[in-house]
């Protein structure tokens, strides 16, 4: 039989309306938490997912903006942005949207947001504190990660865990999270990437594998072992005619041929993506707790 679809939008709704009550203590302190986003250029996978972040918040009464910058932004203009945001209080929470152009510095983009207001744990004060288990925020890709394991009744605790991919903002957080000393942790982690030598050999061994590589299908049915839960974090868009638009969006593993073998597998879309916005969302709203008790 071919494993169980891990639903990721039935437990990101499960996640959201988890935060109603603490939403609803913030607002008898006169409190909307509120994210803002910043995005440049018009790449349309970021306008996508900027569009439904605002979506989000507004179902759940979050306040919510959003900055347009034209790609030939300068370094300048855009940090400015980002300390007008900071020293605003009516928001929380502020993301600086990726990839951004050459002429801008991914590390004094995420460098300038105010650690307390940092959403997306992009700075290096948060990914430091992730690393030594004491996070202010979890980075929201790794922890819906995370909590889609735990919700689906996949604990990491004690299994071997390959990760495929090792960039800043899924691979290497998610790593940190997964070998802390903690609940929903206490996995054997192994990160592959580009440059790992006999690749195979590493995701045939996991127990549970993430796929969060960028490559369209590169995780075969050969490539894993008869059991194996396996999380795809990968968004790729391949081109087919038969598709609304001329494409469609496939994950970084080959679905059904390894679904065959799988005991639980994520799919895409529906899997990691509404996760990441439902903890996005957790992380405004303990931004907002945070920053009113300080």
């Known amino acids: 039989m071919p494993g169980e679809l891990i639903d990721g939008k039935k437990i990101a709704d499960e996640v959201r309306a988890e935060l109603t009550s603490r939403i609803a203590s913030l607002a008898a302190r006169g409190v909307v938490p509120g994210l803002a986003a910043i995005i440049v250029g018009e790449d349309p996978g970021s306008k996508l997912y900027v569009k439904m972040k605002g979506k989000a918040s507004e179902e759940m009464g979050l306040a919510h903006w959003t900055v347009e ?63 030594i288990g004491r996070p202010r925020f979890a980075p929201a890709t790794p922890a819906g990660v995370v ?30 999270l997964l070998m802390q000393k903690a609940k929903g942790a206490n996995a054997t982690v192994t990160v592959v990437h580009s440059g790992t030598r006999d690749l195979s050999a590493h995701t045939r061994r996991a127990e549970i594998l993430v796929a969060a590589m960028g490559s369209p299908r590169f995780i075969k049915a050969d490539m894993v072992r008869d059991g194996v ?16 638009g001329g494409y469609r969006t496939v994950g970084d593993v080959d679905f059904d041929a ?16 509404p996760m990441t916005i439902a903890m996005l969302l957790t992380n405004t709203v303990r931004a907002a707790e945070l920053l009113g008790e300080a």
């Not at 735990?150 to 957080?173: C, E, Q, Y």
């Not at 390894?258 to 597998?265: F, L, M, Q």
């Open 69 to 131: 910058l034209p790609e030939t932004v300068s370094e300048a203009r855009l940090l400015g942005e980002v300390a007008r945001l900071n020293s605003d209080p009516k928001v929380h929470g502020i993301l600086v949207q990726q990839p951004l152009p050459p002429q801008i510095r991914v590390d004094r983009a995420v460098a300038a947001v105010d650690p307390r207001k940092d959403v997306d744990c992009f700075h290096p004060t948060n990914v430091g504190l992730v690393l």
């Open 147 to 176: 909590e889609l394991l735990l919700r689906s009744g996949h604990d990491p605790g004690g299994k071997d865990v390959v990760i495929a991919g090792r960039s800043n903002i899924v691979g290497k957080p998610l790593a940190a």
């Open 229 to 244: 839960v396996v999380i795809d974090v990968g968004i790729n868009r391949i081109a087919d005619s038969t598709a609304k």
């Open 258 to 273: 390894v679904r065959a073998k799988a005991k639980a597998i994520s799919p895409v879309p529906g899997g990691v993506g």
